[in-house]
């Protein structure tokens, strides 16, 4: 079986959560609360099920990474955003010696909200485990050691105790993985940036941020719907509304909901993840999105139902 594990989910720049956000949230718990029975913990879990995930959970603030569970031994990640530190932990946690481990992080490209996590990565410092860093840009190296210079950062790259390697892919090829074929394309983004599928056991997941669509080219969009074809799920950039795709922020590299919806609808999907959320939503803005992608995918319904949910930090999809 293969599992998507979401640790970071926010795009540009991690952000967090408020004491005036915390504060709406209780302030709606205690609202759900009033005249119903409290005395049992199973009443207050009633009362928490009542509310929306805005009010009674997060969408959480680190940058992208995503944990790809093949069913093979090693991990797969997608990029390094701040989201890297928690699944290091957890990566830490899980075996007992904490050595011995190989990590394949499949980097879509070089911006700073993918990158930064690396600094932070436990696992990289331990002697024994495995570090192979994947990637089409030439610069793949260069940016991860400089992100570690002075005045930038304190600590350099030879401070890592793992054995950190680079693997420069080349678009539209497939590669085989510990047991996982992987093929990367190019999307169109400031500098370029890189999709990947994975394929394994029967089943297909795309990882496809930080992509910009030019919906008047239908080359493009051909490319795009076969890159999706018939995927068990797709973690597509979502991060502004359609209005904002078509006008101000056409040329600024990203996608929207609409758009991933059009997309998986051609391309057959079976699950679009929304995903690299605009640092302004809050909680509710995120919910109101997904609701509104929800809607317009029941009234586009074509033979094929798509199921629709916003990625946030801690949302496991198994397929
Ligand atoms: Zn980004
Ligand atoms: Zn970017």
Same mark, same amino acid.
């Given at each position: 079986m293969m599992r998507a594990r979401f640790w970071g989910t926010r795009g540009s720049l991690p952000v967090a959560l408020t004491a005036a956000g915390v504060r709406l949230k209780l302030l709606a718990a205690l609202r759900a609360a009033r005249g119903r029975p409290l005395a049992t913990e199973s009443d207050l879990e009633r009362v928490l099920a009542s509310l929306p995930f805005a009010e009674?959970?997060?969408?959480?603030?680190?940058?992208?990474?995503?944990?790809?569970?093949?069913?093979?031994?090693?991990?797969?990640?997608?990029?390094?955003?701040?989201?890297?530190?928690?699944?290091?932990?957890?990566?830490?946690?899980?075996?007992?010696?904490?050595?011995?481990?190989?990590?394949?992080?499949?980097?879509?490209?070089?911006?700073?909200?993918?990158?930064?996590?690396?600094?932070?990565?436990?696992?990289?410092?331990?002697?024994?485990?495995?570090?192979?860093?994947?990637?089409?840009?030439?610069? +793949?190296?260069?940016?991860?050691?400089?992100?570690?210079?002075?005045?930038?950062?304190?600590?350099?790259?030879?401070?890592?105790?793992?054995?950190?390697?680079?693997?420069?892919?080349?678009?539209?090829?497939?590669?085989?993985?510990?047991?996982?074929?992987?093929?990367?394309?190019?999307?169109?983004?400031?500098?370029?940036?890189?999709?990947?599928?994975?394929?394994?056991?029967?089943?297909?997941?795309?990882?496809?941020?930080?992509?910009?669509?030019?919906?008047?080219?239908?080359?493009?969009?051909?490319?795009?719907?076969?890159?999706?074809?018939?995927?068990?799920?797709?973690?597509?950039?979502?991060?502004?509304?359609?209005?904002?795709?078509?006008?101000?922020?056409?040329?600024?590299?990203?996608?929207?909901?609409?758009?991933?919806?059009?997309?998986?609808?051609?391309?057959?999907?079976?699950?679009?993840?929304?995903?690299?959320?605009?640092?302004?939503?809050?909680?509710?803005?995120?919910?109101?999105?997904?609701?509104?992608?929800?809607?317009?995918?029941?009234?586009?319904?074509?033979?094929?139902? +798509?199921?629709?949910?916003?990625?946030?930090?801690?949302?496991?999809?198994? +397929?």
């Amino acid at each position: 079986m293969m599992r998507a594990r979401f640790w970071g989910t926010r795009g540009s720049l991690p952000v967090a959560l408020t004491a005036a956000g915390v504060r709406l949230k209780l302030l709606a718990a205690l609202r759900a609360a009033r005249g119903r029975p409290l005395a049992t913990e199973s009443d207050l879990e009633r009362v928490l099920a009542s509310l929306p995930f805005a009010e009674s959970g997060t969408y959480g603030g680190h940058s992208s990474c995503v944990q790809i569970e093949t069913g093979g031994f090693d991990y797969f990640v997608c990029d390094m955003g701040s989201g890297l530190r928690p699944f290091g932990h957890a990566a830490m946690a899980q075996r007992s010696a904490g050595a011995g481990q190989t990590f394949h992080i499949f980097l879509s490209h070089l911006h700073w909200d993918h990158i930064m996590g690396l600094p932070f990565f436990v696992p990289a410092f331990v002697p024994g485990n495995r570090v192979r860093v994947y990637g089409c840009h030439d610069r +793949l190296e260069a940016a991860l050691l400089r992100q570690q210079e002075q005045p930038s950062f304190p600590v350099d790259f030879s401070i890592f105790g793992a054995k950190i390697e680079f693997v420069r892919l080349e678009p539209d090829r497939a590669y085989e993985i510990d047991g996982v074929k992987v093929t990367p394309m190019l999307q169109r983004h400031g500098g370029d940036s890189y999709g990947y599928r994975f394929e394994a056991q029967g089943k297909a997941v795309v990882y496809s941020t930080d992509s910009e669509h030019p919906l008047e080219q239908p080359g493009h969009t051909a490319r795009f719907v076969e890159f999706f074809r018939d995927a068990d799920l797709v973690i597509f950039d979502a991060m502004y509304s359609l209005a904002d795709a078509v006008s101000i922020k056409a040329d600024w590299g990203h996608s929207s909901n609409i758009v991933g919806v059009e997309l998986c609808q051609m391309a057959g999907a079976k699950h679009l993840c929304l995903f690299h959320h605009e640092p302004v939503f809050d909680d509710a803005a995120i919910d109101a999105v997904l609701a509104e992608t929800r809607r317009l995918e029941e009234i586009t319904r074509g033979a094929k139902r +798509l199921r629709v949910s916003a990625a946030y930090d801690g949302l496991e999809i198994g +397929l």
